[in-house]
Antibody, heavy 123, light 107 residues
Framework: EVLLVESGGGLVQPGGSLRLSCEAS????????MNWVRQAPGKGLEWVSY????????YYADSVKGRFTVSRDNGNNSVSLQMESLRDEDTAIYYC????????????????WGRGALVTVSS | DIQMTQSPSTLSASVGDRVTITCRAS??????LAWYQQKPRNAPRILIY???TLESGVPSTFSGSVSGTEFTLTITNLQPDDSATYYC?????????FGQGTNLEIK
């Protein structure tokens, strides 16, 4: 079974830091790009970051660029999101999501997703 | 960035009805669009990718289509279990962007 499990969420003060991790199992981790997507309470989905299968290509949403850093450890089947200078508006559930591929060679959408980790930025 | 304009934001329909949800892209994205279903306290679930390809295990009451930059998710024979929020996702170009969501209520 393909499984993604996030950890590291919690309560942090504005300006603080937090590191999220996502452990993957059930698939060949180093063959897949990974993404982080977040959802503020009662709001829609927002893509946050992408990291390629090798880690050589990385993208960020403008809203987190310069504050968040994504990385991966293919030896340990994990991807991380280091979050610095956190703001109230970063409060959200953060989902780890695999870039999907199908048997026809198409790829790009997100599937599966983890259950998410709640990050609350508040004083 | 590519903007995805999703409509309607809320929708109320009855069991057995047919409903459509639309996403319009601000520029051409080919057929690089996916549809997701999200229920409260759950992660999104993939329904359709590449505009019209049904994900394995998803009921055939769900279908997707595209005309230019307008994408449509159609749900036929609505069931109580279809009550959820639906999102489109364009994955043509980073930053990937989602529609604002459609909250579907079954009367």
């Amino acid at each position: 079974e393909v499984l993604l499990v996030e950890s590291g969420g919690g309560l942090v003060q504005p300006g603080g830091s937090l590191r999220l991790s996502c452990e993957a199992s059930g698939f060949t981790f180093n063959a897949y790009a990974m993404n982080w997507v977040r959802q503020a309470p009662g709001k829609g989905l927002e893509w946050v970051s992408y990291i390629s299968s090798t880690g050589n290509t990385i993208y960020y949403a403008d809203s987190v660029k310069g504050r968040f850093t994504v990385s991966r450890d293919n030896g340990n089947n994990s991807v991380s999101l280091q979050m610095e200078s956190l703001r109230d508006e970063d409060t959200a559930i953060y989902y780890c999501a695999r870039e999907a591929k199908d048997s026809g060679g198409w790829y790009g959408w997100f599937d599966p997703w983890g259950r998410g980790a709640l990050v609350t930025v508040s004083s | 960035d590519i903007q995805m304009t999703q409509s309607p934001s809320t929708l109320s329909a009855s069991v057995g009805d047919r409903v459509t949800i639309t996403c319009r892209a601000s520029e051409t994205i080919g057929d690089w669009l996916a549809w997701y279903q999200q229920k409260p306290r759950n992660a999104p679930r993939i329904l359709i990718y590449k505009a019209s390809t049904l994900e394995s295990g998803v009921p055939s009451t769900f279908s997707g289509s595209v005309s230019g930059t307008e994408f449509t998710l159609t749900i036929t024979n609505l069931q109580p279990d279809d009550s959820a929020t639906y999102y489109c996702l364009q994955y043509n170009t980073y930053p990937y962007t989602f529609g604002q969501g459609t909250n579907l209520e079954i009367k």
